[in-house]
């Protein structure tokens, strides 16, 4: 069963405009969440996180928005850069036990110069 | 942020050896260490749990005499593919988890590719 869905395989953006990733979760104790960025034949990279306590966290271009009512979380990019182009992984856990990680299926994002 | 290395990077091996993939920790303890499989364009899939010092957890499906997976210290775990066969060729990817209250990042090693011939 697929706890965590990124129902957007992929995204197309043009450079210098907004990419929103969309990532929804089923499980309610989830109350940690993180995006990585991943390019082929190499590991994911961290990118942002968030804990449920908070309902956005900004990095730079990147800000993860969460809403917890809906069990739904949004990273945005903005400028999106040609770089930026990878697949990206919204991944949920529960912090205070260190449980595993429950990643959704990846959406890739190509932004277009 | 953190790092974690693996080694080796690609592996192309006959069918019925065994392989071993190392991860490691470069600039943290990790008391914890996770390993993934990736297939072509699906999701990471968790593979076992690795804690130091004691059995690892596998998921449901994995078998545990053909990964085997050994923590022998804060900085190192290991994933041997016994009597490796062409379905397990896949991108095999380890993280290590740096936790603190309220943080609970894992941060990946670049993976591995297996090919078994």
């Known amino acids: 069963d697929q706890q965590v869905k990124q129902n957007s395989p992929s995204l197309s953006v043009q450079e210098g405009r907004i990419s929103i990733l969309n990532c929804d979760y089923t499980?309610?104790?989830?109350?940690?969440f993180l995006w990585y960025k991943k390019y082929p034949a190499e590991g994911p990279t961290f990118l942002i996180s968030i804990s449920s306590i908070k309902d956005k966290n900004e990095d730079g271009r990147f800000t993860v928005f969460l809403n917890k009512s809906a069990k739904h979380l949004s990273l945005h990019i903005v400028p999106s850069q040609p770089g930026d182009s990878a697949v990206y992984f919204c991944a949920a856990s529960q912090a205070n036990t260190g449980n595993q990680f429950y990643f959704g299926t990846g959406t890739s994002l190509t932004v277009i110069p | 942020g953190a790092v974690v290395s693996q080694h080796p990077s690609w592996v192309i091996c006959k069918s019925g050896t065994s392989v071993k993939i190392e991860c490691r920790s470069l600039d943290f303890q990790a008391t914890t260490m996770f390993w993934y499989r990736q297939f072509p364009k699906q999701s990471l899939m968790l593979m076992a749990t690795s804690n130091e010092g004691s059995k690892a957890t596998y998921e449901q499906g994995v078998e545990k005499d053909k990964f085997l997976i050994n923590h022998a210290s804060l900085t190192l775990s290991t994933l041997t593919v016994t009597s490796a066969h062409p379905e397990d060729s896949s991108f095999y990817i380890c993280?290590?988890?740096?936790?603190?209250?309220?943080?609970?990042?894992?941060?990946f090693g670049p993976g591995t590719r297996l090919t078994v011939l």
């Open positions: 993280s290590a988890r740096a936790w603190a209250p309220g943080h609970n990042e894992q941060f």
């Open positions: 499980n309610s104790m989830f109350d940690y």
